[in-house]
């Protein structure tokens, strides 16, 4: 089945504690993207990838790290996480570039205290 | 600045009622437009996509319709059910390289039997 897979689904933990969110496609997407959605200002996009070594920034990528080593994988990084990061976060891939569809995880919660 | 803006922000209709949501853009150059729909807590998943050439296209009880001279887009839902209680985001895409996505604020409709 094509997916997008997002690890983990819900996390809480502190300031200044680092965390990773992994991200993993089975469709050979060449395009990932990461997204926060925080209410009232809807899908805002953190990083991409265009393709292998490949990330670029979004529009909010302040305290966030992203790597690329591979084409089905696309971690997140928060190297020192702060309450403002608390949010729920989406992975996405896409094959056909500009036209391609959007393939959208399940979404990670994740609770900064 | 590209920006999509969708209206009305929230939206309560009875089952079976029709109703409509808007998505104005100004986006440019334009490469194509989907909608999305958002379970509460899950990714969005496409409904639609139209480009500059198209100006209906269906699925199922879904229609939405594009003017790409005034850059407005609608969808259209008919004889609501329960299970179309979600929120529903427009995305414009632009040839230009790089950040290829523009995300309207979403709406969030709520079906009530």
């Known amino acids: 089945e094509a997916q997008v897979t997002q690890n983990p689904r819900y996390l809480i933990t502190v300031t200044g504690k680092k965390l990773t969110v992994t991200c993993s496609q089975n469709m050979n997407h060449e395009y990932m993207s990461w997204y926060r959605q925080d209410p009232g200002l809807g899908l805002r996009q953190i990083y991409y990838s265009m393709n292998v070594e490949v990330t670029d920034k979004g529009d909010v990528p302040e305290g966030y790290k992203v790597s690329r080593k591979e084409k089905r994988n696309f971690p997140l990084i928060l190297e020192s996480p702060s309450p403002n990061q608390t949010s729920l976060y989406f992975c996405?891939?896409?094959?056909?570039?500009?036209?391609?569809?959007?393939?959208f995880g399940e979404g990670s919660r994740l609770t900064v205290l | 600045k590209n920006q999509v803006e969708q209206s009305p922000q929230s939206l309560i209709i009875l089952e079976g009622k029709n109703c409509t949501l808007q998505?104005?853009?100004?986006?440019?150059?334009?490469?194509?437009l989907r909608w999305y729909k958002q379970d509460t807590g899950r990714g969005p998943v496409s409904l639609t996509i139209?480009?500059?050439?198209?100006n209906t296209k269906s699925n199922g009880r879904y229609t939405a319709t594009l003017d790409a001279d005034t850059k407005q887009s609608s969808l259209h839902i008919t004889a609501s059910q329960l299970s179309d209680s979600a929120s529903y985001i427009c995305v414009v895409s632009t040839y230009n390289a790089g950040n290829m996505l523009t995300f309207g604020g979403g709406t969030r409709l709520m079906v009530k039997p």
């Open positions: 996405a891939s896409r094959r056909d570039y500009p036209t391609g569809e959007l393939f």
């Open positions: 998505c104005n853009y100004t986006v440019s150059p334009f490469s194509n």
């Open positions: 139209m480009t500059f050439s198209e």
